[in-house]
């Protein structure tokens, strides 16, 4: 990669930061197409320090940062076992959360946060990769087909107090 990216594991200690970005990356990409009050409820349940602080701590979860040219860009969550949100088969590796900022999009932050996953997921000897993903969300479709992820199933997915559809997608490591 042409920009130094630096990506490092995170844990309880960055839980202010981890809440920081995970609410703006969020915002950024569905402040658009939701209402405040799903938007507020979702941070409420989803983003408190008390859950996160749990999350950070689970022996099956791990949670990096990326490094822009020294600026915190994104983050990434990924799960095994009984971590995982669905399926929770001992042979799957979720991708839970995988976020950047705008202003790094086009970077290639993205693509290394992917790129950490696929590896992570090898290294720990699973078969497959999988995530769920707003049907909307353009953007994120196209590019984890880039990546050769292809939809498996959906689910739905509370924003809020409201149902949205979420695609299961997947590859195998």
């Known amino acids: 990669m042409n920009h130094p990216v630096s990506i490092y594991e995170i844990n309880s ?6 809440r920081t970005i995970a ?3 969020f915002e950024e990409t569905f402040a658009a197409t939701n209402s405040r009050e799903n938007m507020d409820h979702y941070y409420a349940m989803r983003f408190n320090a008390r859950l ?22 994104g983050y990434l969550k990924v799960n095994v ?4 949100t669905e399926l929770q088969e001992e042979e799957g590796f979720e991708v839970e959360r995988i976020y950047v900022l705008k202003a790094f999009h086009g970077s290639g932050v993205g ?13 720990k000897g699973k078969k497959y990769l999988w995530l769920g993903v707003h049907e909307e969300n353009y953007r994120a479709l196209r590019f984890y087909g880039k990546f050769g992820l292809q939809e498996f199933d959906d689910h739905v997915f509370m924003m809020g107090k409201q149902p949205q559809r979420d695609l299961l997608m997947r590859m195998e490591l």
């Open 23 to 25: 609410i703006r990356t």
């Open 52 to 73: 996160l602080t749990e999350e950070l701590q689970h022996p099956e979860s791990w949670w990096y940062f990326i490094e822009f040219q020294g600026k915190l860009a």
């Open 81 to 84: 076992g009984q971590a995982q």
């Open 111 to 123: 693509a290394a946060l992917m790129e950490q996953a696929i590896r992570l997921g090898r290294e």
């Open 13 to 18: 200690a960055h839980l202010k930061e981890l």
